[in-house]
């Protein structure tokens, strides 16, 4: 399907984790919307969606990435630059969700990598996009948190920690860059049916107990999280800085 609401002719899109799910929904959209995408991923499939991609005639490079590994996003900021000539979007979207389990029983490496891919993976993806967008003279930036960033369940602490730590990072960021023409966003999506939540999904007491509590009565498709993307990194949202954008069918409203 073309989109035409949003026009990125001649701008260049970063997104982390668009191997499957919400970053790959995001990737496509940017593509089908005029910019050249830059995937960075630790799971191969990335070059399945810069095909698909190309099948519609949008431009995409694939670039294997760890966001928690400094050297790989340096490469990977380095890759964007190098193939499309500069930045000037990035949805730092890439993230792990550990097994439900209580805090007590949450071992150490568990709570070691959920940090380093959620809250450090954003931090270096900032750190490398910033220094390129303030050579260029501005950008936008969206990292994705979670509700989990603004309230907690029992269950997922670590990850809750990184994604309270990501929309701080992100406020901290915005304030300061905004004068400098670098507009920096959170998200936090609800319940989105990816991979990532199919265990949940699968637990039908799980699915329930969320179900009962949405509002909307539904849970969220990638798709609906990507156009808050673009929103946010275009020229829509130009007073749009250092915000948390909750979308989630009106879980946190309550
Ligand atoms: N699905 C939801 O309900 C939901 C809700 C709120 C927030 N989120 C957040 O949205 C983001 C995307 O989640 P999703 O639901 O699309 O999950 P997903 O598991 O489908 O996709 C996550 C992507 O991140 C990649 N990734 C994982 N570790 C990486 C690493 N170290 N370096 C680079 N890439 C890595 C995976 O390979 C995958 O492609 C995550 O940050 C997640 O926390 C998801």
Redesign the pocket.
């Known amino acids: 399907m073309k989109h035409d609401v949003f026009n990125f002719s001649g701008k260049v899109a970063l997104v982390?984790?668009?191997?499957?799910?919400?970053?790959?929904a995001t990737a496509e959209l940017f593509a089908q919307s005029g910019a050249k995408v830059v995937i960075?991923?630790?799971?191969p499939?990335?070059s399945e969606t810069v095909d698909e991609i190309k099948r519609y005639g949008g431009e995409a490079i694939f670039v294997n990435?760890?966001?928690?590994d400094e050297s790989d996003v340096r490469n990977l900021i380095g890759a964007a630059v190098k193939s499309y000539g500069g930045l000037h979007c990035a949805f730092n979207?890439?993230?792990?969700?550990p097994p439900t389990v209580m805090l007590a029983e949450l071992d150490e490496t568990t709570f070691d990598k959920v940090i380093a891919?959620?809250l450090k993976?954003i931090f270096l993806s900032m750190k490398y996009e910033i220094g390129q967008m303030l050579q260029a003279g501005g950008g936008a930036i969206v990292n994705?948190?979670?509700?989990?960033g603004m309230i907690a369940e029992a269950g997922i602490s670590a990850?809750a920690a990184a994604?309270h730590g990501v929309i701080g990072l992100s406020k901290a960021a915005a304030l300061e860059y905004a004068s400098k023409g670098i507009r920096i966003n959170a998200l936090?999506?609800?319940?989105?049916?990816?991979?990532?939540?199919k265990p949940w999904f699968d637990d039908s007491a799980m699915r329930s107990y969320f179900m009962a509590n949405s509002p909307i009565g539904r849970?969220?498709q990638?798709e609906e999280?990507a156009g808050m993307v673009l929103f946010l990194c275009s020229d829509f949202a130009s007073f749009a800085a250092g915000q948390t954008f909750a979308i989630d069918g009106g879980y946190t409203a309550r």
């Open positions: 982390t984790g668009g191997s499957r799910g919400i970053g790959r960075g991923d630790i799971d499939a990335g990435t760890d966001v928690s979207n890439a993230g792990v969700l891919v959620d993976g994705n948190a979670s509700i989990a990850y994604k936090a999506p609800g319940l989105v049916e990816t991979a990532m939540t849970f969220a990638p999280i």
